[in-house]
Nanobody, 121 residues
Framework: VQLQASGGGLVQAGGSLRLSCAAS????????MGWFRQAPGKEREFVGG????????YYADSVKGRFTISRDNAKNTVYLQMNSLKPEDTAVYYC???????????????WGQGTLVTVSS
């Protein structure tokens, strides 16, 4: 199984980025997909997740209303649209896959390699 995250970069506060995570080696439509992030010196944080069928998503309070998770099961890809970015959103962002339908992650079966998002003030 491979989860390949991409789309990170440097953006000014208030700007937007879209991360992508392409999955291979698994039956994508049977896995809920999630995004986590880890800032320097901090623990990994669950950002949000989306059910295996799409539709329902869960978001951490810190990103609710600014971030949107979507997926395209035909392309085996999950997206994280990040708007109104803040310097505190600076982190390495990881995608994750979990077998099952729930959008909330208490565990992950597979992890991507991470992509760095830096938000300048």
């Amino acid at each position: 199984v491979q989860l390949q995250a991409s789309g990170g970069g440097l953006v000014q506060a208030g700007g937007s980025l879209r991360l992508s995570c392409a999955a291979s080696g698994l039956t994508f439509s049977r896995y809920s997909m999630g995004w986590f992030r880890q800032a320097p010196g901090k623990e990994r944080e669950f950002v949000g997740g989306i059910r295996w069928s799409g539709g329902d998503a869960y978001y951490a309070d810190s990103v609710k209303g600014r971030f949107t998770i979507s997926r395209d099961n035909a392309k085996n890809t999950v997206y994280l649209q990040m708007n109104s970015l803040k310097p505190e959103d600076t982190a390495v962002y990881y995608c994750a896959a979990k077998y099952g339908s729930s959008a909330y992650f208490v565990r992950s079966d597979y992890w991507g390699q991470g992509t760095l998002v830096t938000v300048s003030s």
